[in-house]
T-cell receptor, first 117, second 113 residues
Framework: AQSVTQLGSHVSVSEGALVLLRCNYS??????LFWYVQYPNQGLQLLLK??????LVKGINGFEAEFKKSETSFHLTKPSAHMSDAAEYFC???????????????FGSGTQLTVLP | NAGVTQTPKFQVLKTGQSMTLQCAQD?????MYWYRQDPGMGLRLIYY???????DKGEVPNGYNVSRLNKREFSLRLESAAPSQTSVYFC????????????FGEGSRLTVL
């Protein structure tokens, strides 16, 4: 069974500072990995994803994440935080269903990012 | 382009009442999903439908039923609502097994008194 652990349910950074949100996963097979963002009272939208190939992936709004197989990690970073980055961020791992007919996403518990002026 | 549309957005029920959450997608996706979101627990999969005509249980299916009405629509039914089902429900869709990317609706906030 796959699982996702997000370290830190709340992270605060100053505007212009580095953003680092941590995600570790467990999966019995090479995973697909995702970061989603949720703004208040909205659904989740995809920030970035890793499926195969280059382990450093770039997403929207200046975010990027690096897949490190040896550390089973997929941490999310952004060099310089902006006030508009304040939201909740979810890491997710995807695996095939038992029938192989669909992909199921397992989500972490989320990290609330606060950006201080 | 609407994407994934959920109705209703808000609902208050009394314990024991029934209701159906509706979801429709206009992206011609094969797979559809229902998740619930509770504080500190992320999103948990209730049911999913890999393709039209099929449904499967997810992590937390008890107390729910689903219907994949056609390729576009996937409904979630609570037959006898309980306070433990107070949550925000999200419908999502994906193209299929090769992408894994889910597209989400804006959510339906359900309160059971």
């Amino acid at each position: 069974a796959q699982s996702v652990t997000q370290l830190g349910s709340h992270v605060s950074v100053s505007e212009g500072a580095l953003v680092l949100l941590r995600c570790n996963y467990s999966s019995s097979v090479p995973p697909y990995l995702f970061w989603y963002v949720q703004y208040p009272n909205q659904g989740l939208q995809l920030l970035l994803k890793y499926t195969t190939g280059a382990t450093l992936v770039k997403g929207i709004n200046g975010f990027e994440a690096e897949f490190k197989k040896s550390e089973t990690s997929f941490h999310l970073t952004k060099p310089s935080a902006h006030m508009s980055d304040a939201a909740e961020y979810f890491c997710a791992v995807s695996d095939l269903s038992h029938s192989g007919s669909a992909r199921q996403l397992t989500f972490g518990s989320g990290t609330q990012l606060t950006v201080l002026p | 382009n609407a994407g994934v549309t959920q109705t209703p957005k808000f609902q208050v029920l009394k314990t024991g009442q029934s209701m159906t959450l509706q979801c429709a997608q206009d992206m011609n996706h094969n797979s559809m999903y229902w998740y619930r979101q509770d504080p500190g627990m992320g999103l948990r999969l209730i049911y999913y439908s890999a393709s039209e005509g099929t449904t499967d249980k997810g992590e937390v299916p008890n107390g729910y039923n689903v219907s994949r009405l056609n390729k576009r629509e996937f409904s979630l039914r609570l037959e006898s609502a309980a306070p433990s089902q107070t949550s925000v429900y999200f419908c999502a869709s994906s193209e299929g097994v090769n992408t894994g990317e889910l597209f989400f609706g804006e959510g339906s906030r359900l309160t059971v008194l």
